[in-house]
């Protein structure tokens, strides 16, 4: 089993900029993608950015641009690096593991919420 524990989320005025991360903790030798989806009330959750072990990545085009995502040395952390943030922004946003960009996410984290407000 993995478990996945985010931190990092708060509130935040549009323009700013927010770094949430996760730390990968257990049976973690098997997971080669890691990254993050964010689910807004009344809408699905989607894909914001993921990243696998070599460093290929894979990012929503609504993100593309402001948010960068990066895994520690240890490959066991993920970090999402938010900048301009939009009001659209604001939502729970989840640590996600798994063994590749192409397949969902096999493990996940509590969720951590972004709001972004004046």
């Known amino acids: 089993q993995v478990q996945l524990v985010e931190s990092g989320g708060g509130l935040v005025q549009p323009g700013g900029s927010l770094r949430l991360s996760c730390a990968a903790s257990g049976i973690t030798f098997r997971i080669n993608a890691m990254g993050w989806y964010r689910q807004a009330p009344g809408k699905q959750r989607e894909l914001v950015a993921a990243?696998?072990?070599?460093?290929?990545?894979n990012f929503a085009d609504s993100v593309k641009g402001r948010f960068t995502v990066y895994r520690g040395s240890t490959k066991r952390t993920v970090y999402l690096q938010m900048n301009s943030l939009k009001p659209e922004d604001t939502a729970v946003y989840y640590c996600s593991a798994g063994f590749s960009l192409s397949t969902p996410p096999d493990y996940w984290g509590q969720g951590t919420q972004v709001t972004v407000s004046s």
């Open positions: 990243i696998t072990t070599g460093g290929n990545t």
